[in-house]
């Protein structure tokens, strides 16, 4: 999600903001470097904390990177508040649906490597029928599920809360899909599991079309999409803070996501989902600044390409098909676009109870900056978020 609007339509939805804010918290503690040292408070330091206790922002951690190179990587604030466990650049955070960044990047290896092109039918691929049952006869494509535009509809999916608590969700992703999109499906609904629009006329965001795209990349590959990303953008990029499950995640390194219940801070629990291709993801900064700096940098990052230049142009490529909202200014392949002080830059967003991410991309300088938060989104942090994306984009391009 990618936007503020966006954000809002969709957390009040599935996954529900319970509070507008934080209880506010005195100047965050400053997380280490990579290289070991407490970072120096500084000019950006101070400022980032002002714009932490103004949107009462517990635990941020921040990245930035330009030429394919990380720049800067810092942790602020507590990753667990009762313990005073500081944020630092190692500490696991739930990037939610900035997820659909890396699912769109496997989709497009694969299609570099030819074994799919973009405006085929994804139906030939799966091993279950696909059609939205209003229009039989128009086939879903790759490009359609990239941008949004394929007419499957999340509006079943928000109905039901598929997530599990403390740990990883039973349910298989193909189980799922096929509850979800087959006829003889438990949750199936032609009215709403798919839109009334053919697919590829309307921009509609579907959280269901980016699990499709991650069972399309394991059966396409014949390897699990978790196990692909691992082997062909994780290791690779040196990522090894980088998880699809939370059996995978280690505890003591990982945030407490916090809300507002009944106007008292509450810690959540973490939680597991079926659908992990949209939004699973759990990742450090220092991780996932070397995915940012390749995906703002033509697909490459520290001498390592994961995407070829075209290809990555390809995905920045913003198009405005009927339906884009307002507040956003294109849509690309994974990627968005909206306004960032004034300029429009490729971006996502994403948010759950107690999660609040954002990474902005500006191609044209090679750079791109991570914002990990562990609070839900509030009009103040959202705000606070895109001063901080800002700054840092425009420390870097002085310096």
């Not at 190179?69 to 466990?85: D, M, S, T």
């Not at 990029?237 to 499950?245: C, E, K, V």
Request: proline fraction near 6%; glycine fraction near 8%.
């Amino acid at each position: 999600m990618t936007d503020p609007n966006t954000l809002d339509a969709f957390l009040m939805q599935r996954r529900r903001l319970m509070g507008a804010g934080l209880a506010a918290f005195a100047l965050p503690a400053m997380g280490k470097n990579r290289s070991g040292p407490a970072t120096t408070p500084d000019a950006f330091d101070t400022f980032v904390a002002e714009q932490m206790r103004l949107a009462n922002i517990p635990g941020l951690a921040v990245g930035l990177a330009r030429g394919g190179n990380v720049r800067l990587v810092r942790g602020y604030g507590y990753a667990n508040i009762e313990q005073r466990r500081p944020v630092t650049v190692d500490t696991q955070f739930h990037i939610a649906s900035i997820t659909k960044t890396v699912t769109a990047a496997a989709i497009m290896q694969l299609a570099d490597d030819g074994r799919l092109t973009l405006d085929e039918p994804v139906a030939r691929h799966l091993d279950f029928p696909l059609n939205n049952p209003n229009h039989p006869t128009a086939p879903i494509t790759f490009r359609e599920l990239l941008t949004h535009t394929s007419s499957l509809s999340d509006a079943k999916y928000y109905e039901i809360d598929f997530r599990v608590r403390g740990q990883d969700a039973t349910l298989s992703l193909s189980d799922f899909l096929k509850n979800y999109l087959v006829p003889t499906g438990s949750v199936y609904s032609s009215d709403k599991c798919f839109s009334k629009v053919m697919p590829g006329s309307t921009w509609d965001y579907s959280n269901v079309g980016y699990a499709l795209l991650g069972y399309l990349a394991s059966r396409i590959a014949a390897k699990d999409m978790r196990q692909q990303t691992r082997e062909r953008i994780f290791a690779p990029l040196g990522m090894h803070d980088t998880h699809w499950r939370l059996s995978d995640t280690p505890r003591r390194r990982s945030v407490i996501p916090y809300d507002v219940i009944d106007g008292v801070l509450k810690p959540l629990e973490p939680v597991g989902f079926p659908d992990w291709p949209a939004g699973m993801l759990r990742s450090s900064v220092a991780d996932f600044t070397r995915f940012v700096a390749a995906s703002a940098n033509g697909g490459t990052a520290q001498g390592v390409r994961i995407l070829r230049s075209e290809t990555m142009a390809q995905m920045l490529d913003m198009q405005t098909p009927i339906g884009l909202p307002d507040w956003l200014t294109g849509q690309g392949l994974g990627w968005m676009a909206s306004r960032l002080n004034g300029a429009v830059k490729p971006n996502h967003w994403g948010g759950d109870p107690g999660v609040f991410t954002a990474v902005y991309l500006d191609p044209a300088s090679q750079a791109g900056v991570v914002l990990f938060s562990n609070a839900s989104a509030s009009s103040q942090s959202k705000s606070a978020i895109r001063s901080i994306a800002s700054r840092l984009l425009s420390v870097d391009a002085h310096g």
